[in-house]
């Protein structure tokens, strides 16, 4: 089964970049997808924010 949403440690493993980067990318993602502090975002939001592709996504994290 495949996951919806995105954490901080497959933001590292996607970019190389530290844990806090990704949690410091999620919050922006969640402000300019105009979320609340406990909606998750998606690996469809955050290749779109980031315009990657999703299958070479999922390939990475999965």
Same mark, same amino acid.
């Given at each position: 089964?495949?996951?919806?949403? &995105?954490?901080? !440690?497959? &933001? %590292? $493993? &996607?970019? #190389?970049?530290? =844990?806090?980067? #990704?949690?410091?990318? &999620?919050?922006?993602? !969640?402000? /300019?997808?105009? !979320? =609340?502090?406990? %909606?998750? $975002?998606? $690996? *469809?939001?955050?290749?779109?924010?980031? #315009?990657? *592709?999703?299958?070479?996504?999922?390939?990475? $994290? /999965?």
């Amino acid at each position: 089964m495949k996951r919806l949403c &995105i954490y901080p !440690k497959d &933001i %590292q $493993i &996607i970019t #190389g970049r530290s =844990e806090r980067y #990704g949690r410091s990318l &999620i919050q922006k993602m !969640k402000e /300019h997808f105009q !979320k =609340e502090a406990h %909606q998750m $975002i998606t $690996i *469809q939001e955050f290749c779109q924010y980031l #315009g990657l *592709q999703e299958e070479a996504v999922t390939s990475q $994290i /999965h």
